[in-house]
Each structure stands twice: as C-alpha cells, then as structure tokens.
C-alpha cells in the first residue's frame, strides 16, 4: 500500500502545479478506481481464477473507492482472498483520502507540506481554511486507525469465539471493522444477504452501529470533541452535526419502527422486541450512508423505503467517511427556510449567525446533488425498461449518490449503460457534487453588475 501511495504522490507532484484544488481531488479518486479496476480484473482477483469484465470491475473499484457499497458480483463468494485484500486497501484509501495519506507519508520521509499542497488537503477534507490542515490530516489516520483497531479486535473476538469462526473469523473481524466505520458496507457473509441472518446478534450490530456512526460524524467533529468535552466548548459545526446525527438516527429508529412494527414479513416476524428495537435502530443508522442491512429491504413497506431514501439523501456529515447532502447542509438549509418564512435577516444556530456564504453555499450544494439525483434517476428509468419498480430504482439512484450502499436486490441486474451511470453517481457523490462540477468549471469574478428589473416568484 505504501508503494501505491508513494507512487501517487509522485504524480500528484507532477501535476499539482496545473490543476486546481477541485480538479486534483476529482483526478485522485479517478486514478485510485482505474488502478483498483485493473487489479480486480486480475485472475488472482477471483475465486474460480476468471477475470472480470472491466464494466463490472470498473463498478466495483469505484464502489470500494467511493465506500458505496453497492455490488454487481457478491463480495463473499466471487473473490479470492487477493481480491479482498484489495478491495478493503481501496476501502480505506477511499474512506481517509488520498492526500490524507500522502501527507502522511510525507511527514514520515521528513517532506515540508508547502502552501500548495496544504490547499489541496483542504480541498479534499472540505475544510473553510488551510490553517492546521497537516495536524488534522495525521489525526485522520490515527482517530481511523485506532477506532478500527479497537472495535476490530471486539469483533475478532466475537467471530473466532462466538460465533466459532476461527482463525478465519479474526480476519473477518478487522475487515468488517474498516468496512463499516469507512460507511462502505461490504461484507464477506455472502449470497447478497450482508447481516440479515445476525438481526439478533448484540454484539455485532452494536460494533456496526458504533463505527457507522463515529465514521459519519467528521473527523473535524471527533478532533473538537477530544480537545473540548464540554458543549459549551464545541464549535457550532460540532454542535450542528451531534444535533441533526442524534435527531436523525432516533427518529429514524422510532418511524422504522412504526412502519415495519406490524409488517409480518420484517419485525412482526422477530420474536421479541429487544430484536426489533435493535433491527429498527439498525436501519436507521445504516442509512447513513453505511450499507449493511438486517432486514431484507425487499420485505419492506414501500413508506418505510420512502423514509430511508430520505435518510440515505441527508447523509453523514462534512469531512467525514460518509456521503449525502451532508447533515449540516439539510439543518442550515431548514432553519435558513424558517427565518426567511418568518421575515428574520440572519440564520441562527445555538446563538451563532450562521454566514450568508455558508447559507448560499448549502442552497447550491443542495440544489446540484437534487438536480444530479433527477437525472440518474431519469436516465435508470430510460436503461431499465418498466424491468423494475421505480421506488426501487429510486432507491438505487439516492444510494449511489450519497454512498450508501443499501442494495434492494436490483444492482447486479443493470446493463452496461445502467452500471455506468451508478459510476459516475456514486464518483460525484463521494467527491462531492460540487467539487465535481467546479473541476469541470474555470471560476472567475463578474467585473460587469448589470441593472436589475423584477420578475414574479411562486
């Protein structure tokens, strides 16, 4: 992994000096899937010893690259051991960052991070300022390393004892572990069933929960957190992004659990209610741009896979392993729409004035990711033929873009147009819609105001 690592950075030097902070994140991510697509269509890659077609290769690096989740081939039974090993480097090179690990790296041979590529860490870590972006970088690695390494080894344990795994099962442990706390959602069980058949294992979908959750608050929200422990002391992002993640996996948990509560075929079926608190709670989380599921997601009501496309679309939050909207752009957006609904000047947050800017910059995040989710699902619609539902292609289209991952049993059946627009959905989404577009855009300031006339609104 260093080498690959090393050599990245060794193109990254090469063409930092023409490439925009926007353009140099979008072209890491694209070199990392095209170099992760070449191996899984090795040989050694398979199980059988056959090599992958390259669509299929192609959807799956950029899956694992973009800590999707979502899978044509099923990751337990088709790949070889070589091909999970790669596919969970790519997992966490695609959850951390490649410009997080090459700061690291660079710290390592004793390199000065100079301004430049400080603005490029910035970029791909979505941070406002430049300012203290190496520390936070190096602390990325240690907060990822050390919650995989703790929560790995709980569910080493639980596989190689509880559940009679093995020495097999402690692999498992730290593969799920990087897995889930990178909101990728692979699993190694097999048969696309992912932890339907462990809906009333406690400890496993405690560990899951947990990492899904410390993955999808930030690592800026984790580095406040270490630093100032009282609420008082948090900064308003902290504050915003505990706020809506404790509003959303908690109500999430309580409407899963009034939808599905009397569905036979989902939580009716468990047969207590610790085992369906737990199953609701899980979903919730999940949604979150995770991945994993224990119920099977075909059994559920149609107005329960409404409500986790809304989930899935807010998403984590900012800097963190997650995708989605993100958090903090939903809950700025909401009381923005509030204020404005009620004649107030300013949006206020925990006795904060939240910046015009940021305001503007929400509405346009939104804006494009509601734009880019209408397309893919018009275009799906046009590759899918009426083969399929269209909540469930809906349903695929929102977990592409905001890299969840929750697969409703309809992925492995897109032709090759379908397969490359899940592509390129699931590249924006984990780049960031925004990013994507500007990499695309040369950004330049109006020099000439025009005079204004009125038009009619609403």
């Known amino acids: 992994m260093l080498f690959l690592i090393n050599l990245l950075h060794k193109w990254l030097k090469l063409l930092n000096r023409n490439l925009t902070g926007s353009q140099m994140v979008a072209f890491t991510f694209a070199m990392l ?34 800590v999707t989740g979502l899978v044509v081939v099923d990751t337990g039974t088709y ?49 406002n300022e430049p300012s203290g972006v190496v520390r936070l970088a190096l602390n990325v690695v240690k907060y990822a390393l050390g919650i995989e390494f703790f929560f790995g080894t709980i569910l080493a344990w639980h596989f190689y004892y509880g559940l009679d795994m093995g020495l097999r099962g402690i692999l498992w442990g730290y593969w799920h572990a990087i897995s889930a706390f990178c909101n990728a959602g692979f699993d190694l069980f097999g048969d696309y069933a992912s932890l339907t058949g462990h809906y009333n ?49 908690f109500g999430g948990t309580l409407a899963i659990l009034g939808l599905e509560y009397t569905n036979p075929a989902t939580l009716a079926a468990m047969p207590n209610e610790l085992d369906k ?15 994993f599921d224990t119920i099977n997601l075909t059994d559920m009501r149609a107005s329960s896979l409404f409500f986790m496309i809304l989930l899935m679309g807010i998403g984590a939050s900012p800097t963190s392993t997650g995708g989605g909207m993100k958090t903090t752009t939903v809950l700025v957006l909401l009381v923005a729409t509030w204020g404005l609904l009620h004649g107030r000047r300013d949006t ?14 929400a509405y346009i995040v939104f804006s494009l990711c509601l734009i880019w989710m209408l397309g893919a699902y018009f275009l799906l619609l046009i590759c899918d033929g009426g083969l399929h539902r269209a909540d469930y292609v809906l349903f695929e289209v929102v977990s592409a873009f905001a890299t969840v991952g929750l697969g409703i049993g309809i992925t492995p059946d897109w032709n090759d147009w379908g397969k490359l627009v899940l592509i390129l959905t699931m590249y924006a989404g984990r780049i960031g819609v925004l990013t994507f577009v500007l990499s695309f855009l040369h950004q330049k ?4 105001r025009y005079p204004s006339e009125n038009i009619m609104i609403g």
């Open 277 to 291: 608190w737990m199953a609701a709670a899980f979903q919730s989380v999940t949604c979150r741009t995770a991945g």
């Open 201 to 249: 294992d406690v400890t496993l979908n405690l560990c899951i929960m947990a990492l899904i959750t410390i993955g999808g608050l930030g690592f800026t929200v984790l580095d406040d957190l270490r630093r100032n422990r009282k609420w008082k002391k948090l900064t308003l992002h902290s504050k915003i992004v505990l706020t809506a993640s404790f509003i959303l996996t």
């Open 445 to 448: 300031e109006d020099k000439v």
């Open 348 to 361: 206020v947050l925990f006795n904060r004035r939240v910046a015009s800017d940021t305001v503007n910059k």
């Open 33 to 66: 899937i095209f170099c992760g697509s070449l191996l899984l269509m090795l040989p050694i890659s398979s199980a059988d010893g056959s090599s992958l077609r390259f669509i299929d290769a192609l959807f799956t690096a950029t899956s694992t690259s973009c």
């Open 79 to 127: 790949f070889s051991w070589f091909g999970k090993l790669v596919m969970i480097i790519l997992i966490q090179i695609g959850g951390l960052g490649i410009m997080t690990l090459t700061t690291l790296l660079s710290v390592a041979i004793g390199k000065r991070i100079n301004l430049r590529e400080r603005l490029f860490i910035q970029e791909s870590l979505n941070l």
